[in-house]
């Protein structure tokens, strides 16, 4: 049996809450997806930054864990810490936030019939009690989902190169560029598991051919394109 991944959309807006479950000696590989997640991992809360590569999750015993994925641009404000200041690292949470919090926010997800609704429970009670994401930096991320280049993105949005630059590190954890990278392999990747062609996935999500779909697959996850569909078939939602 491999692993069982599912996730629905969250009352929280443009986040997903997930649970995966997996069997001993499996290993689930992290691709960057410009998201960052709250994440409940051997009765630990902690907090997954931008990745900028593949980071593969080795694990030996198995089990079930679960998160809230945040929308490009949106964690920041509720976590109260610029997205460049997590970028490839897994944290505590108690690294962000009181302990005493930390500490009772543990116990209820520990205590939660369903750790993920507990999680979703926390983003939500924490969302209303602070500042909204930055909405230029929101409307950024959308046209770049979209395939908008990243200067026609920023003429849109009224910022110059270098003030898109500064406030996507804080939004994003890394520039427009990348960004823009990531969003389009995930594009490609959505084309390829649903079972469109490789070549016709790469032009599709705005590469300029296979090829170059290809090295990006190599730069940003670290695998080839019929290795990922192979690892992900092996997955269950």
Known sequence: MGDRYEERASRLDGAKVWTLTVPPGSAHPVL?????????????LLVAGPDTRAEPASVS?????????????????????????????????????????????????AEAAE?????????????????????????????LDRGRSVADTARAAGLGARQLHRRS???????????????????????????TPYADAALAAGCADQAHLAREMRELAGTTLTGYLAASQGAVS
């Open 32 to 44: 960057p997806d410009g998201c960052m997640d709250l994440l409940w991992i051997g009765g630990r």
């Open 61 to 109: 015993d198995g089990g079930s864990f679960a998160g809230i994925r945040f929308a490009p641009g949106t964690a920041p404000a509720l976590l109260g810490v610029p997205a460049h200041e997590l970028r490839d690292r897994r944290i505590a949470l108690a690294g962000l936030w009181p302990d005493a919090e930390v500490r009772e926010l543990t116990e209820r997800v």
């Open 115 to 143: 750790p993920a609704a507990a999680l979703e429970e926390i983003a939500l009670r924490r969302a209303a009690g602070t500042a909204p994401p930055d909405p230029v930096m929101t409307y950024v991320a959308a046209q």
């Open 169 to 195: 590190l804080a939004a994003f954890g890394y520039g427009p560029k990348t960004l823009a990278r990531v969003l389009r392999l995930q594009r490609a990747l959505a084309l390829v598991r649903s079972g």
